[in-house]
């Protein structure tokens, strides 16, 4: 018998998380999605359970989160807003402890430094601008990182680089050190996502992905 997760996702809607709902409705995976404006929605699918809310509030992640085993985070920053992603990683993992949850999937950008890293000039220099010109959002998304890094859950963070709005077909290239190219389909984010839950691969690891041609 195939085991099919019950999945909580928020983010669903972004430049990624669109695809990643779409691709669950494809291989007919249900799952509930968190949105602010539910209203915006325009995915209409039986598998698609939506719940109001906001990631930075704890009382909407754990009513997400109820009924479900894992976590997918596709979530984006707002624009003109504070940073969100060490707040809603924090939340998500107070759920989780109350629902005795442990697989947690979650993006963000190549700026991320994890412990293995042998990141190249190209990376690094990707990595400083980021620093620079978006110090707030990139400080963020670091203490996320440090925030799992420090849990005990089945956490995985995965580093990408440019975001292609495509849902083309194709090869992924992998790496726990440095990020192999300069573009990711969303498509193909997608399904790698969708894959790690059924193969368990890079548990407690800060996989870069990007599309390799």
Known sequence: MIFIPK??????????????????IRQEIPFRILLRNP?????????ATVV???????DAI??????????ISMLGQPAGEPPIFSQATRNILAAMQLYNNRRYIVITGLNVDAT?????????AATEWMKTHYPQTTAD????YEVLSKSSIDWTMIRLPMIQQSD??????VSLTDCPGEQISAGRLARFVINLLHN???????PFIANAE
């Open 168 to 173: 083309d077909e194709g090869p992924l290239a």
């Open 116 to 124: 293995a890293d042998h990141k190249s000039h190209r990376v690094k």
């Open 141 to 144: 998304k670091q203490l996320e």
């Open 7 to 24: 999945i909580a996702v928020i983010g669903g809607t972004g430049k990624s998380g669109q695809y990643l709902s779409q691709e669950l």
């Open 39 to 47: 209203q915006g929605f325009e995915i209409k699918s039986p598998l």
């Open 62 to 71: 754990r009513r997400l989160l109820e009924g479900c085993d894992t976590v």
């Open 200 to 206: 368990g691969q890079y548990i407690q690891q800060a």
């Open 52 to 58: 109001q809310g906001d990631a930075r509030e704890l």
